[in-house]
């Protein structure tokens, strides 16, 4: 099993009213498709810092962490039965968002348009859970 990280990049960490999607370039399989930001945790490496690096690399951003979204499975998302995800809240702190790696576009969606794009099919679940719960902060 390998770990992948992501962030649900919001506005607000305390009341989340909109939420960065990233849609992704590569591979030809997932191209087209909409995701959280992140990527694999590297060997020696710990969960959040992996997730710093990603966002780094992938946006060119600097996030504050908030709490972790914690999935049905062990804390984390099944997003295949190889890979599991974890994921926290986040509000970008340094940086404007750009897709520089691994993605063509990014768009904020306003609460209660954060199912409105094509997700993939890992993220769908996830996505509901975290629209019911940023209402309720």
């Known amino acids: 099993m390998r770990l992948v ?4 990049l ?3 960490l305390r009341r989340p009213r ?23 945790v590297e060997p020696g490496e710990t969960p959040t810092a992996a997730l710093h690096r990603e966002l ?14 914690v999935g049905p499975v062990e804390g ?19 940086g404007d968002a750009q897709p520089l790696q691994d993605h063509d576009e990014l768009r904020w969606l306003q609460e209660g348009e954060w199912g ?3 997700w993939l099919p890992g993220d769908v679940a996830l996505i509901r859970h975290m629209g019911s719960t940023a209402s309720q902060r």
């Open 5 to 8: 990280v992501g962030a649900a």
């Open 10 to 12: 919001v506005d607000d």
């Open 18 to 40: 909109r939420l960065l999607a990233a849609r992704r370039s590569a591979p030809p399989a997932l191209a087209g498709r909409w995701e959280l930001p992140g990527g694999k």
């Open 56 to 69: 780094a690399e992938e946006l060119g951003v600097v996030v504050e962490l908030g709490a972790e979204v």
């Open 76 to 94: 984390c998302w099944p997003l295949t039965p190889e890979l599991r995800m974890r994921v926290w809240w986040a509000r970008i702190v340094t």
């Open 116 to 118: 409105a794009v094509d």
